[in-house]
């Protein structure tokens, strides 16, 4: 499946191809985090609605378009949506056009309140669509209580994004699968972190080590990442022909657990799940590197985007490809600026 975006947020043109591995990768505010957000915003109602077969305003055997509209507006927490058009663009309005089995195009107009415009009648992916599962910051499971209290009597007001709230509702609402699909997955987890996560009704979340029960602001950042990927694999929420979105994973990892966590999402790629992250890692972009050197990961099974600003530096774009080309151009933009630094430091010395 592929998405191509047009005067979305930063962005000028971007085009980027969905596989069992993808990567984004580029500096901050260059358009990485709209783009997974856009993606979840658009596959996740296909997947919760069962189609997006389009007949005058409903989709057939399925919810209203409005439904796409309304994830728009809560995973980006904007209630005027037209705010999501590049504001150096000369045209008023954004396009994304999603490929599949057959083609659609989704225009969002700069006057916009909430209405998005579809252009055709039907949208098919071409790619198995499970459940899509957006991981964001860890922290989330220090506040479930709140974030749940605050969206479950405050229906109508934002503030919690729904890439918190979804994933909170469901590993809160879900217990464990009788027979998790990834259960080999899941133990390699536990020892990587040397135990498990557990929902507690009354109590929210807690890792148990050693028999021992911790509450979670006593558990390192980098821990509870590792289990949110335990508790959506126990569920069964993470499985063959689902989605994982991550958004820079590697922000609370220690570089040995950044190590950890990409052998464990290439094992999940080569076990059937679409795995789309972004980073602004030079740490993450080599390992991807190695992994494909090595054979670990197919090159065929790899889609990487690299975001890169224009000559003024103002908007981004890119395409992506499974060149490796396309990681070393990510790592030289993000070292890049160590670098300068390091030789502005030996010129300083010379003197």
Known sequence: MKFEFRNFG?????????????????????????????VYSILEP?????????SGNFHVGGRSLEEIEKKFRWVFQQDVIG???????????????ISGKNTVNITIEASSKRKILYDTNEL???????????????????????IATYRELYRNNYGIPDIYWDTIRDIRNTDRADKPELEETFGAIRKVIGGYFKYVEGKGFLFIKSGK????????????????????????????????????????????????????????????????ISTHSPEIVAYTEYLVK?????????????????????????????????????????????FDLTIKELEEFEK
Not at 46 to 54: A, D, K, L, S, V
Not at 230 to 241: G, T, V, W
Not at 328 to 335: A, C, F, G, I
Request: glycine share 6%; hydrophobic share 45%; with cysteine.
């Open 83 to 97: 705010n999501l058009v590049n504001r150096f663009a000369e045209e008023k309005f954004l396009t994304i056009r």
């Open 294 to 338: 090595s054979g670990k990961l197919s090159k065929e099974n790899c889609s990487f985007l690299f975001l890169e600003f224009d000559e003024k530096g103002i908007t981004s774009r890119g395409i992506s490809s499974n060149s490796l080309k396309v990681l070393n151009r990510m790592m030289m933009s993000l070292t890049e600026d160590f």
């Open 213 to 276: 029960k911790f509450s979670m602001n006593t558990v390192a950042t980098g821990i509870k990442l590792l289990g949110l990927l335990q508790l959506l694999i126990e569920r069964n929420f993470l499985r063959k022909n689902t989605l994982l979105i991550m958004e820079e994973p590697e922000v609370h990892l220690h570089p040995a657990l950044r190590f950890s966590l990409m052998e464990l999402l290439k094992e999940l790629a080569n076990k059937g799940v679409y795995i789309l």
């Open 46 to 54: 296909i997947h919760r609605t069962g189609n997006f077969i389009y």
């Open 10 to 38: 930063s962005i000028k043109e971007a085009s980027l191809e969905i596989k069992p591995f993808t990567l984004i990768g580029g500096k901050n505010q260059s358009g990485k985090s709209f783009i997974l957000k856009a």
């Open 124 to 146: 098919i992916p071409d790619i198995p669509i499970g459940k899509v599962n957006f991981i964001p910051s860890p922290v989330v499971l220090d506040i479930e209580k709140g």
